[in-house]
């Protein structure tokens, strides 16, 4: 389904990853996200990168997946579009419009540190001092 969604972009490809570490070189090369509803939103986020969801391609069963994904689109983090038709014009506008993407990364960027706090890879050492803290009192 989404090979008849793009087949009318030339510059547009869907690539399939088989890792994670696939995945984010992907992303890190790519100008903006389109998602369907899918943690490769908060992933892009994270990797600062303009996201594009379209959101009548979601349904999943998750509670807390659907949680996160309606954060996501309410944040004003996200262009949402409902109909794949829609597409089109908010490519462009992320790309050309440099307020929308000023916009648009000032909204990623407080969603990532509300939902991430810090991405510094030391996650584990402050949850490690939390845990001890927590057994020392």
């Known amino acids: 389904e989404y090979r008849e969604l793009i087949k009318d972009f030339d ?3 869907l690539l399939e990853t088989k890792s ?3 995945l984010y070189k992907l992303i890190s ?3 903006l996200i389109v998602n369907f509803g899918s943690t ?4 892009s986020m994270i990797l600062d990168k303009p996201i594009i969801t379209i959101t009548n391609f979601h349904n999943s069963k ?3 997946f659907e949680r996160v994904i309606k954060r996501i689109v309410d944040s004003g983090a996200s262009v949402n579009v409902k109909k794949e038709e829609d597409i089109s014009i ?6 050309e419009n440099k307020d929308l993407q000023n916009k648009l990364k000032e909204k990623r960027d407080r969603f990532v540190k ?3 706090y810090i991405i510094d890879g030391k996650s584990s050492q402050r949850t490690a001092e939390m845990i ?3 057994l020392d009192t």
């Open 20 to 22: 994670k570490e696939e």
């Open 90 to 95: 908010p490519i462009s506008q992320i790309i």
């Open 29 to 31: 090369k790519s100008k």
């Open 40 to 43: 490769v939103a908060l992933e």
């Open 62 to 64: 998750i509670v807390e």
């Open 11 to 13: 510059n547009i490809k």
């Open 132 to 134: 001890k803290k927590i």
């Open 114 to 116: 509300d939902s991430c």
